[in-house]
Each structure stands twice: as C-alpha cells, then as structure tokens.
C-alpha cells in the first residue's frame, strides 16, 4: 500500500467502509421518510378522511331534506363553540344563509358543479383562541338551486406539526450522514494500520527477517486472531529454517568422515600393492563407508517423505496385528543382543492412518531401543488405548536413558548425544518418529522409564488420535 496520510482511501477497508456508510445514510433517510409519513402523512390523511366524511353528512342532509334541513345541520354544528370545522352555506346571489365567515373566501363564479377541493387563509381566524392567520383546506360544491356549500377543516396544528417534523429531519440527516462517514473514517484507518502492521512484517520476513511477529491488542477481533496465527507460523518457518541449516551442517559433518576415509582408504590402495587379502578387506570397509552414506540418505529421503505426505491417503488399520508383526520381526534382534524382551499388546486397537509410515516410525523406536540398551537389559513393547479416544505404543528399556535438559533436543534433525556418537546412525530416527507423530495429529513423549535417576532408562510414546 502506498504510503502518505490518504493512502487508506485507496484500501478495501476503506471501500467497505464507504458502503457501509451509503448503506447507512440511505436506512436513516428510510427511516426517517417512514417516521414522517407515519405522524404527519397520517395526520394529513385522517383530515382529509374526516373533511371527506362531514361533506358527505351535509350532501346528504341536503338530499333528504333540501336547503331547510342543511340549514338546521349547519345550526346545530355552529353551536359547538371548539370546533375543527369551518361551514358557510350561501344563496346563488350570495346572500349568507349559514356562515362562519363575513364572506365567501372563494371565487365561486366557475364550474362547482362537482366537489372541488380547496385551500385558503381566513384573517383573525374562525373562533376563539385562534391565530391571526388560519390555513383551511376546504370542498365547495354548488348545489341544485345554485346555492354554495363550503366546509373547511382547520390546518395550523398540523401544519405546525409538519414544519417540526420537517427541521428535525432537516437537522437529524446530515448529523446522522456525518456520524456514519466518521464511524467509516475511523474504522477505516484502524483496520488499514492494522493491515499495513502485517504488510509490513511480510515485506520484512521476503527480506529475510524471521524474527518479525505480529502485534496482537486485547480485543480479541480478526486481526488479533490473523496474527496470532501469522506468528505460530513465522515461529514454525523460523524452526524449520533453523533446522535446514542444522541438517546442511549436520549432513556435511556426518558425510565428511564416511567419505573422507573411504578416499584415504583408495587412494592407499592405489599406492600400495595389495594381496587378495587385504584387498577383500579394504572393499569391505569400503562397502561399510558406503552403506553409511546411503543410510544417510535413505533417512533423509523417508523423513522428507513424511513431511510431503497427507492424511489424505489415511485407512483404517489394525494397530494391534501392526505392532504384534513388530514384535515378532524384533523378538530375534533382541535375542542376539542378549537382551530380554516382552510385548504387552492390548487387542481389538483399530485407527486410521498410513501402515507403512507407522511401520518405520515403531521400527525406529524398537530399534534405538535394541542399539543403546547393554546387554542383560530389558525392552517392554506395548500397545494400549488410553483417554481422550487415543491410543499409545511404547518401548521400554533399561539403558542409560536420556537426561531431561536433551529430551527435546534428540527429537531434532541430525541431533546426537555424545555417547551415541561412537553407534552407527544418522541422528534421524526420532525426528523422522515426531514428524508420523504430528502428521497423524498424535505426540511423541520421552521419559524416563522409573523415574527420572540416572541410567534409569527410556521410555518413549507414540501417542495417537483413533480417528484423524
């Protein structure tokens, strides 16, 4: 976003905010126009209807009992002394027959033939408390023997009803307009500084800089939650970029000393003259330097392909047939190595996820379990379901174990604690066990095996979700 103090004009938010405010501004002059109609468009209308009404009531006195029973109409209603309407009943030549009025306040010298609708003031009013000017709207017919009829209903109340009415709308739109272009205004620049926050720490993490984090307020909103989540994934790009530049290292050390005596080793072959021998052994030792290397790099490639797949590819498998053919295929290994080993395998476990990866992740285990534990050890294998709709495989054994300040260190790529150095392995194991682990929405947890006193062993869960 370009910089400067009108920049945010050009934002989204500031367009949301405009139609907000459009929306706004056009519900107020709806609402406002309904109010209107709904108090003064009603008075109007039920004037009108009782103006209407009070015409008929005379044509029809008229009808039934000609010019006298009008007259005796008019003089009833004249009595009133607080009366809305206004009557004047006049002769063709204009003689006053029935009046409030001095005179007729009207031309009626046009075609009155039909009910005409009229609007005039009257000076001094029609009756007592009455302004000096009065608004009356009017019908005038003329009738059959040429006299005139005029009933009136008086305006002014409500005529001063519709001039409040009509301020107060005048005076209540453009404050209502004003506060909505504000309220988008300032919800504008909010959420374009708060956008212009996170832009900002993009730029600078595309610059190389993965230490940025996301300020997050107290209220809780979006944008809190955005950065939130931005920063748990600058910590894991920060995490894995430090891990990619551990394992270049790591690879570089560990292939370096493979490679470097595999070269001594032919190059002194090739200076020396060498019986068959001595020439099987260097080949074997040559081949042991290679399968090293591989090693490496089969670990690298099978943990890049956990890391590559998906629970897409998930089915429901038996856990327990899984981890009984791992128990048998590790029985015989453990036999030689003279350690004792026992499987505690509860049945019935069922879950979902990939056979292959959970095959070499428990193989992983049982097999460090093998590599670091003396000979006349123990190794306890199992399986369980335990809370929460999980279920654990564990190894158990009584080597040295793993002291607590280094049990978050060995699940690292290339990680390899000083008296494991001089075993064969790639420092991938664990890793490559958490990274099954995590895409299986599951835990890898290391402790000690009888509590936490030296050489008191390992004892290491594979903790994982029955459905993902």
């Known amino acids: 976003m370009k910089s400067g103090p009108f920049a945010f004009i050009q934002t989204t938010t500031f367009r949301l905010a405009l139609v907000y405010t459009v929306l706004f501004a056009l519900f107020s002059a709806g609402l406002l126009t309904f109010l209107f109609q709904a108090t003064v468009g009603a008075m109007r209308t039920e004037a009108k209807t009782r103006l209407e009404s009070e015409f ?100 002014d109340e409500r005529l001063r009803l519709v001039r409040r009415v009509t301020r107060a709308v005048a005076t209540a739109a453009p404050f209502g307009i004003l506060l909505a272009l504000l309220g988008g205004y300032f919800s504008a620049r909010y959420a374009a500084r708060r956008a212009e926050g996170l832009t900002r720490i993009a730029e600078a993490v595309m610059g190389g800089d993965l230490t940025q984090r ?22 894991r790009l920060e995490q894995l970029m430090s891990t990619t530049r551990h394992a270049g290292e790591a690879i570089a050390h560990d292939l370096r000393s493979p490679l470097s005596r595999l070269r001594n080793r032919l190059e002194a072959a090739l200076r020396t003259d060498m019986d068959e021998a001595k020439a099987r052994e260097a080949l074997v030792q040559t081949v042991e330097d290679v399968d090293r290397v591989l090693s490496t790099f089969n670990a690298i490639l099978s943990l890049s392909r956990v890391n590559a797949a998906s629970s897409n590819t998930f089915e429901t498998l038996d856990l327990t047939e899984l981890v009984d053919e791992m128990a048998e295929l590790f029985a015989p290994a453990c036999e030689d190595a003279r350690l004792t080993f026992r499987s505690e395998i509860a049945a ?41 709709n999980r279920v654990e495989v564990c190894v158990r054994d009584s080597g040295a174990g793993i002291p607590v300040e280094d049990r978050a260190r060995v ?28 895409l299986h929405k599951g835990s890898l947890d290391l402790t000690s095996a009888d509590g936490d006193a030296p050489n008191s062993g390992l004892l290491v869960r594979l903790i994982l979700p029955v459905s993902v």
């Open 56 to 155: 008929r009531t005379l044509a029809v006195a008229w009808n039934t009992g000609g010019p006298g029973r009008l007259e005796q109409s008019l003089l009833e209603r004249a009595l009133v002394r607080v009366r809305d309407f206004t009557y004047q009943f006049e002769t063709v030549d204009g003689v006053i027959i029935v009046g409030d009025l001095p005179r007729m306040p009207i031309d009626t010298s046009g075609d009155l033939s039909e009910v005409r609708s009229v609007t005039f003031q009257v000076e001094g009013g029609v009756g007592e408390g009455d302004a000096d000017v009065a608004t009356i709207e009017g019908r005038v017919l003329r009738l059959g023997d040429g006299s005139v009829l005029l009933v009136g209903i008086k305006m």
């Open 214 to 235: 996301a300020d997050i307020s107290a209220s809780g909103d979006e944008f809190d939650r955005l950065s939130e989540r931005l920063n748990a994934m600058l910590a």
């Open 348 to 388: 019935g476990l069922s879950i979902r996820g990939d056979r292959t990866l959970l095959a070499q992740a428990i193989s992983n285990l049982l097999d460090n379990a093998v590599k670091y534990t003396p000979a006349g050890g123990e190794i306890v294998f199992g399986a369980r379901a335990v809370a929460d």
């Open 411 to 438: 699940k690292e790529r290339f990680v390899r604690l000083d008296q494991a150095r001089t075993l064969a392995g790639s420092g991938l194991g664990l890793a490559l066990v958490e990274a099954v682990a995590i």
